[in-house]
């Protein structure tokens, strides 16, 4: 605890320091400009566009509402509004008073795809701020990108940048710096999305047509951000056309989409449509299969202006999976999410959003055969306030505060028939709620020194409402010396806790501090540091995440994940920008990082206690990026040196733990993961697109011996993690055909051909060991996702 | 929950028809071990008197030969309640026997054996199993139109109870284990069935009329039933997409003399009941 309260005291000071900074020290007066940017063509708000005055290292990044706010001695200046993509606008102002001054931007090109772009502006380096460690995607990059069967991916798309990866084809999530999937926040309009895939992972939720921009934090996670050790994606959808209706579209092999959207309440809002449905599961039944698969989504929004300081927005998102088998087994799955925000302009240099928000996932399956229902859900309502205070040109502040109520089932199984043998059965519920208070400031210490500091206090409360087993000596599980396993313990008796009880509480502080240093114009080091809290754990034994895996949260038995990481970075733009190189050093840590014994059952358990013991983790990489930026042709290349490995040991249960109490590789580990990508434009009407990925093999347990019992061949296995499967590498081409256009037509299309794997490796997905029951000899069993797969897409734009 | 799993990877592999194929890997090499299994199972309605264990040693993962077989260890089982004890002989290589156990329900019985003169010991309850209350056949379940076999039984109520089911096609080397507790069905009547799925590249085929299946359910400890689990899903699906990650299989035999020396296998003491299905 000493530790603790002195690190406050030393931050304290930190920021006594840095509000003396920002005391103007000559009687000379400042004035503001403020005000909101858009694309000219749509009204969509533009975040990221840079406002900066010319000739002054004085500049401004618009924020997720395309909000502005300069603060500048009073004089003549020139300001600059620029933006990838779009004309600079250039404005002589007499700063003489506050002012507002909203811009439009127009877009330099009017292709189909790029109309739409809204993305965080330099995709190349950014050197002056110490924002580092963050990933972000263009949507039409992300849409220029071969891909598989023509769906759009925005997850996958990420798997190309360094430092992320999957698990491989057809597995849900994505694993960031030797992360977990659960350890990433997943974000979709501010509201949590716990389940990002579609079929199991061989698609994302998010609709691309929906999508206005996207933003990875692989660390130097902002201190608005909490929840979640490893990263967050911040995706943000589209607001709607508010200069004109607009329709867009696509038809493709395995799904179509629509989305429509248009001005409201004449130029006071507008609004976004979009839906996708795969037709998969028609095709399947065309093709003679009993068994189905299909998903579809839907997004929403709606914004209204009520007058020139507060702004409505109204969001939701509704996904479902569905699988059918031979009618005797159908299991459905989803995301349902809705958002209320209400932005509110105090003053030019205070801008305020407050948000009120829910999320819902659920998994739901029905077995015929065995006449059962099965259930389970989490559910939250979350609601926040965010504010940014634009002090000085040298000082900006964020702060608020945010609270989610959690609802966890676990699980809930139901007869759905008289005769049914299964008796009815509910696992118990789980109350919790999250908290969290922040402030972080953007300080310019000089021309050339910017830091970013602040600090959360984030706190967890896991509510009664339930009972808990108790254990004596509190050992859920122990140790067998001469068995040298792991053993489930019977309880020696119950606590009830009412609603009103509180089972734990946690608090903890998250410093997380930034600096970035700029060598000269074309060359910056950066530092960061940055600590999380997790409280709420995804419970997963298999090698990849699977649709009925359940949340779990922390409590008297799990403790919360806490992780530390720190970077180091170099940034180097060439030949005025058209080139940019990204390195970075990283090193993380988890505490409390779970796994499970050997021959752990986690499904339908409601002791989740006697299955696991408390671990840590760490992971340690080099990145590179080098980027083209500009041309015909533009692209990048990455490459990822790793490690990521944990260590479990026994702990409260005794022994020496999981896989002998020494560290092990984690599923996510990647020696080297390379990856290029390229997109060229041969003409106005045609460009092409290229993927090329290799990584090493995902670590996998093989069987060092076999012996014959019951009649079969039994396998051994020996430590965990110990092998690899075979490495992962792929090449995928895309072309894209844009027939004439002639600018007064509305109608505007667009062919996209694209070949998946085009040199059809059979890249492992997983290996498994049986028995042939023909020659009854042991063997290795491939499963391969994806071979060659073309496909061709249409998508138009009215 | 094996079900479940089941069907998330037939979900899978249906999905797109992902494709598989047989591949060479090389694996590790542990060394190698004793592997006992020493079963002794009561079948319902006899006098359980003849009983055998059968010790071997284990082979590398790829080696398809038999496994050898482990001749001139001692090898007794003490019925701890009683202090009776029970001396097994060697017949054919590997393979102990005895004419005059006596199983007795609910008794814990001790296992003791001795090899290249390190002892390993096991014990273990004989617990009761519940008799079959209806055998039938069906083209209903499961995969339509093929035909399979139900097996019924009725669960005490209120007991905990651990089962151990198997089917096994006659002169087939296929066949399908299942473990069930009575956690989710106590008191009830439980069915069961098995089918054949078609597979040209093991060359199985469906049932057919007159087909024989051989059926054999036993009443068994909740710690082999534990053990049961993570070997038949080990089995069905080791380093499938959906399944856990593979992890050392432990019995319940101790090496008493030198612990880092395990053994395989494992030593059961169950009451068993069986039956044979003849398709029509």
Request: charge should be negative.
């Amino acid at each position: 605890m000493t530790t603790t309260s002195k690190s406050i005291k030393r931050w304290h000071i930190l920021f006594f320091f840095a509000f003396l900074g920002v005391q103007p020290l000559s009687a000379q007066q400042n004035f503001t400009v403020s005000g909101t940017l858009t694309d000219q063509q749509n009204g969509e708000t533009l975040f990221g566009s840079t406002v900066f005055l010319k000739g002054t290292t004085i500049g401004v990044v618009t924020n997720e509402y395309g909000f502005y706010s300069l603060t500048a001695p009073a004089g003549k200046y020139t300001l600059v509004f620029s933006y990838l993509g779009y004309q600079d606008v250039i404005r002589d102002i007499d700063l003489n008073q506050n002012q507002k001054l909203d811009i439009e931007l127009q877009s330099t090109s009017y292709q189909l795809t790029e109309v739409e772009v809204t993305a965080e502006e330099p995709e190349r380096a950014i050197l002056r701020k110490p924002e580092m460690s963050v990933s972000k995607l263009n949507i039409s990059t992300v849409k220029q990108m071969p891909v598989v069967l023509g769906e759009v991916d925005v997850i996958k798309s990420l798997q190309v940048l360094p430092g992320v990866t999957a698990n491989g084809e057809g597995s849900a999530g994505f694993h960031v710096r030797g992360g977990a999937a659960d350890q990433n926040l997943v974000l979709l309009d501010e509201a949590i999305i716990y389940n990002t895939s579609h079929l199991l992972g061989f698609f994302s939720v998010f609709n691309a047509d929906a999508v206005k921009d996207l933003k990875l934090y692989k660390g130097g996670i902002p201190a608005r951000f909490g929840g979640r050790v490893s990263s967050v994606l911040d995706v943000r959808q589209k607001d709607g056309n508010r200069k004109n209706f607009a329709l867009t579209g696509g038809i493709g092999v395995i799904s179509s989409r629509l989305a429509a959207e248009g001005p409201l309440f004449g130029d006071k809002g507008s609004f976004l449509v979009a839906g996708r449905s795969s037709y998969l599961d028609v095709l399947l039944k065309l093709a003679g299969e009993k068994n189905t698969a299909g998903f579809y989504d839907l997004n929403l929004k709606a914004n209204y202006e009520l007058g020139e300081k507060n702004r409505l927005f109204l969001s939701g998102y509704f996904g479902r999976d569905n699988f059918n088998l031979e009618d005797s087994f159908n299991s459905s799955y989803g995301n349902a999410s809705g958002n209320l925000r209400w932005n509110h302009i105090f003053n030019d240099r205070l801008f305020s959003n407050l948000s009120l928000i829910y999320s819902n996932y659920d998994y739901n399956l029905d077995i015929d055969d065995f006449e059962l229902d099965w259930e389970s859900s989490i559910r939250n309502f979350n609601l926040k306030y965010d504010l940014k205070y634009y002090l000085s040109d040298a000082f900006k502040l964020d702060f608020g505060v945010s609270t989610i109520s959690y609802l966890f089932n676990p699980g809930e199984i139901r007869p759905t028939s008289e005769t049914s043998s299964v008796n009815p059965l509910k696992l118990d519920e789980k109350r919790a709620l999250e908290s969290g208070v922040y402030v972080n400031a953007e300080h310019k210490l000089s021309d050339r020194l910017t830091a970013q500091y602040g600090i959360r206090l984030s706190h967890f409360m896991r509510l009664g409402g339930q009972s808990l087993s108790v254990y004596e000596n509190n050992q859920p599980l122990v140790y067998d010396e001469t068995r040298r396993i792991y053993l489930r313990t019977e309880p020696i008796g119950e606590t009830a806790f009412a609603k009103s009880d509180r089972i734990a509480t946690f608090l903890n502080w998250e410093p997380r501090a930034a600096l970035a240093y700029q060598l000269n114009d074309n060359s910056s080091i950066k530092l960061g540091y940055s600590r999380a809290a997790q409280y709420i754990h995804l419970l997963s034994n298999t090698a990849s995440v699977t649709p009925l895996d359940v949340w779990a949260p922390s409590g008297k038995f799990i403790e919360p994940q806490l992780s530390n990481q720190y970077a180091l970075g170099y940034f180097r733009n060439f030949k005025d920008k058209m080139y940019s190189l990204e390195m970075e050093v990283y090193y993380k840590d988890v505490d409390n990082r779970i796994d499970y014994i050997d021959g752990s059952d986690l499904i339908g358990n409601n002791t989740i206690e006697t299955e696991i013991l408390n671990g840590e983790s760490r992971a340690y990489g080099l990145e590179f990026l080098f980027r083209k930026n500009e041309g015909p042709l533009t692209g990048w290349l990455a490459y990822t040196l790793s490690k990521s490995e944990q260590r479990t040991p026994g702990g409260i249960a005794g022994g020496p733990g999981i896989n002998d109490g020494a560290w092990y590789n984690t599923p996510f580990d990647r020696t080297h993961d390379f990856s290029m990508t390229a997109a060229y434009r041969l003409s106005d009407k045609w460009s092409l697109g290229a993927n090329a990925i290799f990584q090493t093999g995902r670590p996998v347990t093989y069987p060092n011996g076999q012996y014959e019992y019951e009649g079969i061949s039994i396998a051994s296995f020996g430590l965990r993690n110990a092998d690899r499967l075979p490495a992962y590498h792929r090449l995928d081409v895309s072309a894209t055909y844009r027939p004439n256009r002639r600018p007064d037509k509305r109608w505007k299309g667009e062919w996209v051909l694209s070949v998946y794997n085009l040199y059809n490796r059979k890249n492992a997905a997983a290996i498994s060991f049986g028995q042939n029951f023909e020659t009854g000899a042991n063997e290795a069993t491939r499963t391969a996702i994806f071979g060659i797969v073309p496909s061709l897409t249409y998508n138009f734009k009215f | 929950m094996k079900t479940i799993h089941l069907y998330l990877i037939l979900a899978f592999v249906t999905l797109l028809g992902s494709c598989t194929d047989v591949i060479e890997v090389d694996v590790p090499e542990a060394p190698i071990r004793l592997v006992v299994e020493a079963s002794l199972d009561w079948e319902q309605g006899t006098p359980g008197n003849e009983q055998s264990i059968q010790l071997r040693t284990s082979t590398p993962y790829f080696e398809n030969q038999d496994n050898p077989p482990v001749s001139g260890a001692s090898v007794e089982v003490m019925n701890l309640d009683t202090g009776e004890t029970f001396i097994f002989t060697e017949g054919t290589p590997g393979n102990y026997s005895i004419d005059t156990f006596v199983p007795i329900l609910g008794n814990r019985y001790q296992l003791d054996v001795v090899y290249e003169g390190e002892r390993y010991r096991a014990t273990e309850t004989l617990f009761p199993v519940s008799p079959f209350t209806e055998i039938s056949q069906s083209t209903e379940e499961g995969e339509d139109d093929v035909l399979e076999v139900n097996v019924s039984f009725q669960d005490p109520e209120t007991v905990a109870n651990w089962y151990y089911l198997r089917f096994q096609a006659r002169g087939d080397l296929l066949l399908e284990l299942y473990y069930i507790e009575d956690e989710f069905i106590d008191g009830n009547e439980f069915t069961i069935f098995y089918e054949k799925i078609e597979d040209e590249d093991q060359n199985i085929q469906e049932f057919q009329p007159g087909d024989v299946v051989d059926i054999q359910f036993y009443g068994i400890s909740e710690d082999y039933y534990n053990y049961l689990q993570l070997l038949i899903d080990q089995f069905d699906s080791a380093g499938e997409p959906f399944s856990a990650t593979p992890v050392p299989l432990v019995g319940n035999c101790i090496n008493l003399d030198n612990p880092d020396n395990i053994a395989y296998g494992y030593f059961r003491v169950t009451e068993k009941t069986t039956a044979a299905y003849t398709f029509n």
